[in-house]
């Protein structure tokens, strides 16, 4: 009798291993969409995801009445771990940090319901949230959790989790660079380009707000500005200043990135630029450079 039930133990055991790969394989797109929305990194997501994984191998999945609920709190509850020791390390990047960008192309939405909180705009926003407020922004926009689920994945009562929403919700609000339909992302991109690559100064000061800020994420790349570059004026001069040099050479292509129209300059045949914007009534709010080559390796489309 021992032996057999040894046996019938034994044999079970791929079978439940195969349900577990099954279930977690129909959650996997969602539990990235969420780590990166919380992280900001491909790498730092897919670490979330491998992690979230193996606990998952490791809980008693008999007892699990809602495997995506269990798997969500999991992935969202270590991203916020990873999160709060994430900033500590930032302060050693050289110059400013902007998310990494994905393709989209394919998933606009990135695994969630809506692709909320995925443009720069919103990204960029939630950097100054607490790692709780960012993650039940992301619960709620994006993936359209419930309040009383969201009180579950981060432990606090369903009042508490509205009211971290709503502070969130005003913050996105108060920064004024809410995310822009993309065809009027694509033409203002595609007019700064225009007068970038001439050096036309006075034309790229009519494209920009009069609070327009330029970030380059380029981590000590060169020719990557270290620093934001502020004021309509500055950034307009800061863009014509390099014209005759930083083009030279490269080839423009379009990609969608984070749900928005985005730039790639290649130069023998690697991306080594992208670049957006981040728009409102009165134009160009935010140009976005990215250079550090670490960031690049998901710009182009999937078997690009």
Known sequence: ?????????????????????????????????????????????E??????????????R????EPAALLATIATRLSIN?????????????GPWLPEPVNT?????????RADALQFA?????EKLTPTERAAYILREAFD??????????????VSARQLVSRARAHIASARHLPAAAAHQRRLLEAFLVAARSGDARQLEKLFAEDVVSYTDGNGAKLAARIPVIGRERVAKFVAAFAHHFWTGKTIGWVEVNGQPAATLTEHGEITTMVTVTTTAEGIAQLLWVMSPQKLGHVAPVGA
């Open 1 to 45: 009798m021992e032996s057999g039930a040894v046996t019938d133990s034994r044999e079970r055991m791929p079978e439940q291993l195969d349900d577990a790969v099954e279930v977690f394989a129909a959650q996997r797109r969602r539990l990235f969409g969420i780590a990166y929305r919380m992280l900001g990194t491909v790498a730092d997501a």
């Open 47 to 60: 670490d979330i995801v491998q992690e979230t994984w193996i606990r998952w191998q490791g809980t008693d």
């Open 62 to 65: 008999s007892q699990v009445r």
């Open 82 to 94: 990873v999160l709060q020791s994430a900033r500590v390390k930032r302060e050693t990047y050289i």
């Open 105 to 113: 192309d394919d998933d606009p939405a990135l695994g969630a319901e």
């Open 122 to 126: 919103i990204l960029l926003t939630l």
């Open 145 to 158: 959790y419930p309040y009383p689920r969201i009180a579950e994945v981060i432990s606090s009562s369903v």
